[in-house]
């Protein structure tokens, strides 16, 4: 099931690539055809998922390639827990959401539509790669579409900011595949199976253990992204195109948040403890850096770019915590943020699609000619300011509870973050949507084709249904964050 789930979005991307030129625009019914099976597929193996087995679930491994002489193999070993199926639905989803924001895209969308396909295929591939060779693999395979979809379908400096993040991912995974390597090769026996890792002894280590986890931190630390790491993130999303920008922040910085539960916390719980009350610092400083920048945006997307900084902080703090509670809820911030933050940067681009403008000051009184719009951006803003009731606050909660205990004072700070978010937020929501009308968008559309409404809908609909009903996804979720949390009591 896994590997169909993997190189299913492949066989889609050769699809739309072997397409006739004068059938190009069935490029994106295939994206939704492929995206929307896959979507399903996950849902069928949440479905079947078993909350009472510790353990990977789906698994599937085969030996790739064996060295003799070094002693270790490297595997094709794929398989999900509770944390692994949580980020895949979000993958899928998300991608879903996607292909049908991008239905209006007209330049080369054969080449668009397989670049977007083969991102998936990467993606999916990390949150389900059991060996740390196989991990890094799909974990470069996302970068080049990456770049490709913000170098080519962007706006304002678009190839600057694709470099940019190019740059800066390969910077930070050369110094993973470094810490991978020699991590690996201290284990006892040498391997690079991440099940078989956490069972290892690394008595005799060819680095510093602590060295080795800051190398695997800081490759994963620029993906999260947390402060100073971060500059890369509101280039890359003011310049991306809508599509690019929802899964960019729905799903690539959840990469960087489940590396560090899914290697640094499970295989070296010892050396986490000894860095934990960093981690905590740190959070606590992306937290409030994140707010404080955004309070000072005017364009709607550096906005959630940077509130996405500050998010992001809640999840490096649940992990900091190194405990049931801390963990689990930094994996359901994950969650929650990707769907809350895909709805806001599809509420922007259904916005700068009709006004082409993004600036917070130009913008006013839409709720009174684009009233479906402006109830599911108030609705996101509250989602994303933590309302009870939605996803987000669930998640928050959950972090605070988890940290509170251990570290009083950057969940303190954290807390007051959340309240910079509700006033950069409501700020946001008063300026555009509401106040007097405004005659250069009296004839702005509303949002009423169904490729629009359906995003928009189904993911306020997940949001709910978290916020409302966490325990089923907390229930599975703490299936693999409980042998976790035990590995490091």
């Given amino acids: 099931m896994l590997t169909f789930l993997i190189f299913l979005p492949l066989a889609g991307a050769i699809m739309i690539v072997a397409l006739p030129e004068r059938e190009e625009r069935n490029a994106k019914y295939v994206a939704l055809a492929v995206s929307g099976v896959a979507l399903v597929v996950s849902l069928v193996a949440f479905g079947l998922f078993d909350k009472a087995d510790a353990g990977l679930q789906f698994t599937e491994s085969f030996r790739w390639i064996r060295q003799e002489d070094a002693g270790f193999d490297i595997k094709y070993f794929v398989g999900v827990d509770g944390l692994g199926i949580a980020m895949v639905i979000l993958t899928t989803l998300l991608f879903t959401v996607g292909v049908l924001v991008s239905w209006n895209v007209e330049k080369r969308p054969k080449e668009y539509f397989a670049w977007l396909l083969a991102l998936e295929m990467g993606v999916v591939g990390v949150f389900t790669a059991q060996d740390l060779i196989l991990f890094f693999l799909f974990w470069e395979i996302e970068l080049l579409p990456m770049y490709f979809l913000i170098a080519n379908w962007g706006s304002g400096r678009k190839e600057y900011s694709a470099m940019k993040f190019l740059l800066f991912t390969i910077s930070g995974s050369a110094l993973m595949l470094v810490g991978f390597l020699a991590l690996a090769f201290s284990a006892e026996p040498s391997t690079f199976d991440m099940v078989a890792l956490r069972q290892a002894d690394f008595g005799d280590s060819v680095l510093p253990l602590g060295a080795i986890f800051f190398l695997i931190f800081v490759g994963f630390a620029v993906k999260l992204p947390i ?225 629009e409404q359906l995003p928009m809908a189904v993911l306020m609909a997940v949001i709910l249904a978290v916020g409302i009903f966490p325990s089923r996804l907390v229930d599975v979720i703490d299936q693999a964050i409980g042998p976790i949390a035990a590995g490091l009591a």
């Fill in 227 to 451: 402060f100073p790491l971060h500059t890369w993130l509101p280039d890359a999303h003011t310049d991306a195109p809508t599509a690019v920008s929802v899964i960019l922040a729905g799903v690539l910085l959840k990469m960087g948040g489940y590396g560090m539960i899914r290697i640094l916390i499970s295989i070296m719980p010892d050396t986490a403890q000894d860095f934990a009350i960093w981690l905590a610092i740190i959070a606590a400083i992306s937290i409030l850096y994140g707010a404080f920048v955004t309070l000072r945006q005017t364009d709607l997307k550096r906005m959630i770019a940077y509130s996405s900084v500050s998010h992001m902080g809640f999840v490096l703090l649940g992990i900091a915590a190194l405990g049931q509670v801390g963990l689990t809820g930094a994996t359901l911030q994950m969650f929650s943020h990707g769907v809350i933050t895909g709805l806001l940067f599809v509420m922007v681009g259904l916005i700068y699609d009709r006004a082409h403008t993004r600036d917070i000051n130009e913008l006013s009184g839409l709720a009174h000619v684009t009233p479906i719009i402006a109830v599911m951006m108030v609705m996101a803003g509250l989602a994303s300011l933590g309302l009870p009731a939605m996803s987000g606050f669930v998640a928050e909660v959950t972090v605070f509870f988890g940290a509170a205990e251990r570290f009083p004072a950057p969940t303190i700070l954290a807390v007051f973050g959340i309240l910079l978010s509700a006033g950069y937020i409501l700020w946001m929501v008063m300026r555009v949507m509401f106040g007097p009308k405004n005659e250069r968008w009296l004839e702005l559309p509303d949002a009423t084709k169904w490729w």
